[in-house]
């Protein structure tokens, strides 16, 4: 079951006062309070709100659960559903821990895909009108980090996001993949979104304690979301960059990027969607050995034919179709897909690692 979620949303005695309590019932996770916030608007242009809710961020992972383009979101965020048991994504093959959005315990590199997830903050929101149709909308907070949890931030890092959204025309829902509603006309969404956060570790990457030392995370996501009667386009580029703040020889400074690029239409209207997306993710750009060691990524052990050997993970690639059947919009819904799943490597002599992936999915909303 990938999704077993029980909510409440409502206005709390003032229409101005707004919340939402998601709790997550998967059966392969915990038991939690994925989603808990208070709002309050002052007008269209200024709400601010307080609790547990997605840290605002790019496009992809922003798309609501009940209502994505696809069964599930795309390598770009981590989400790979090959599991090793443990509810722990994995990429086909060894040694290849994929997270939706993981950090390395020791360093703090991020290893999973780009992607901020959920956190605990405060943040605030409004759209603008410019004059004419065109529309401004945007999202902007402080976090506890990448992906925390628990009743408390514990140490002094801190998380900045913030994301800008552009309609010329007319506004586009960013929550819901494709154009279900059919857009008459042309929608067209412009979104930019970068994140910061300072950090202080002790441990280097192997786990041995060592000098304190500082670590900058920055990113940023640039997207454009077209829409128009039944079709639609998202192109999306994120790019992260990671620096260790140590006196040692080397380059410490480490990049990574993710491109990915869907596609939609809906053949009957409203009903019968055909869809299709590519996604790029390297999570190490122009790895080496040495800074697959030294960041946390880890090298990988593979089979060369002859005998297991660490190689350095060049970039993961999917290439994905799908049929979406619309039985009451994305309330109810069937859904079906195959994808190929592809891991090169940089070392010399190791073949790629690939995967065909068959999914289906049965979705109510009640």
């Keep these: ?110 290893v999973g895909g780009l992607c901020l997830y959920r956190s605990q903050g405060l943040a605030l929101s409004g759209s603008v009108k410019l004059g004419g149709p065109g529309t401004l909308g945007y999202e902007t907070g402080v976090w506890n980090g990448r992906n925390r949890r628990g009743t408390s931030n514990p140490d002094a890092s801190m998380l900045y996001s913030g994301r800008v959204a552009w309609y010329p025309l007319a506004p ?42 500082g670590t900058r995370d920055r990113g940023d996501d640039v997207a454009v979301v077209l829409r128009s009667h039944g079709f639609s386009a998202e192109l999306e580029l994120s790019r992260e960059r990671y620096q260790v ?22 053949v009957i209207p409203h009903r019968l969607e055909v869809v299709a997306r590519g996604v790029r993710v390297e999570r190490l750009r122009d790895a080496t050995a040495q800074a697959s060691a030294d960041s946390g990524l880890g090298l990988v052990q593979v089979w060369n034919g002859q005998a297991w050997v660490n190689a350095v993970e060049r970039h993961l690639d999917e290439l994905t179709a799908g049929v979406n059947l619309l039985l009451n919009g994305h309330q109810h819904k069937l859904c079906f897909d195959v994808s190929r799943l592809t891991r090169s490597f940089a070392t010399q002599g190791v073949a790629e690692q690939r995967d065909t992936r068959f999914r289906s999915m049965v979705q109510f909303r009640i």
């Design 1 to 110: 079951m990938r999704r077993g979620r029980l909510w409440l949303d409502g206005q709390a005695g003032d229409p101005r006062v707004s919340y939402l309590l998601q709790v997550q019932l998967e059966p392969n996770s915990a038991v939690n309070l994925i989603e808990g916030w208070l709002q309050y608007s002052f007008s269209d242009a200024f709400r601010i709100r307080v609790g547990r809710d997605k840290v605002p961020y790019g496009v992809d992972f922003m798309n609501s659960g009940f209502a994505m383009q696809f069964i599930d979101r795309s390598i770009a965020i981590g989400e790979t559903d090959i599991s090793d048991g443990n509810g722990r994504s994995r990429w086909p093959g060894s040694n290849a821990s994929f997270p939706n959005s993981g950090e390395n315990a020791n360093t703090g590199f991020p």
């Design 172 to 213: 586009v829902d960013l929550g819901v993949g494709g154009d279900q509603a059919g857009t008459q006309g042309l929608g067209v969404a412009l979104v930019l979104s970068g994140y910061s956060e300072n950090g202080e570790r002790t441990r280097d990457a192997a786990g041995a304690t060592v000098a304190a030392y």
């Design 245 to 266: 703040l140590r006196d040692l020889p080397g380059d410490w400074l480490w990049r990574r990027s993710a491109d990915r690029l869907a596609l939609g239409y809906y």
